[in-house]
């Protein structure tokens, strides 16, 4: 593959086929990955650039991908900004201090994104040398931060989250601008350190309200991603349906779709210019590989030839069966537009 292919798509041109990567392609579903970290806890791994430069290419080794997606986390960023942050075995993270007032706000850290997050920038200079294709670097979007910083942990319904923001908007804006900057900076220090574009996560955007998400989150968002320069920009959120109008207000050069929506009329809401990426639901690479071929296929016909990445509406889970992955990959590298 030509790693223009990627470029091309992200830029809104025309390809005979779509590139291909996977959201949460490095991981625990590949024997390699849990053979690593049999000898290493999940941030002990986070923190070693070679090791997260080795993460990064072991699906690369395996697939014919015409992407990677640095390997790290969302959450290191607040550890740095002085989060107690741990990942329990089957639970998730957890944060034992977690940002409740104005107080515990302006008590974080200030993050320098060259000295308190080495390990991604030093794997994306490796792989740049040795990858393959293409490597993306990513961040979480800060309101998806902010719900973690907020509430400790996950959440099914963020009630702590939503209460901040509506009964201290300004202790809560104050949390998200400093997010985003520290947010932006290190997408920045990504791109300088060698990746071809950054995706920014914003999980959890889609439990807002479109009020909230116009007031809040997106211009976070955007905040985030105007410190960007010379690389494109991904912006993805789950539930993302309700509020395709006003998903451009992220200032993104390009929307990742999740698995609800339909591409067609993503793209019709969103316009011809933008780009988009998606967007299979993950749990369809538990399919027989004939429908799995077929939904595959039917994406990318709805998409179409112009500005369109395939990929997951959302990250492969731990259970995933390795040759579903290959089913997919091969059936979009097999696709040609003609005519």
Known sequence: MSPT??????????TERPPVWMMRQAGRYMPEYRELRQRLSFLELCDDGDLCAEVTMQ?????????????????IILQRMGLDLSFGKGHGPAIANPVRSMADIQ????????????????????????APVPVLGFAGAPFTLACYAVEGGGSRDWVRTKRLMWEQPAAFQALLDRLADAVGDLLQAQVEAGAAGV????????????EDLRRFALPAAARALSRVKGAPTLYFTRDSGPFMPWLHEAGASAIGLDWRVDVAHARSVLGPDVPVQGNLDPIALFAPAEELVRKTRAIIQAAGPRGFVFNL??????????????????????????G
């Open 313 to 338: 509406g959302h990250g492969i889970v731990p259970e995933t069966p390795m040759d579903a992955v290959e089913v997919v990959v091969e059936a979009v590298r097999a696709w040609r537009w003609t």
């Open 199 to 210: 995706q920014l996560f914003d999980t959890w955007a889609g439990a807002l309200p479109v």
């Open 107 to 130: 008590a974080l850290r200030e993050v320098d994104a060259v000295r308190d997050l080495p390990a991604p920038l030093k794997a994306l200079r490796i792989l740049k040398e040795i």
């Open 5 to 14: 292919l990627l470029a091309a798509a992200l830029a809104g041109e025309t």
């Open 59 to 75: 699906p690369l080794r395996r697939y014919n991908f015409d992407a990677g997606i640095v390997f790290s986390d969302i959450l």
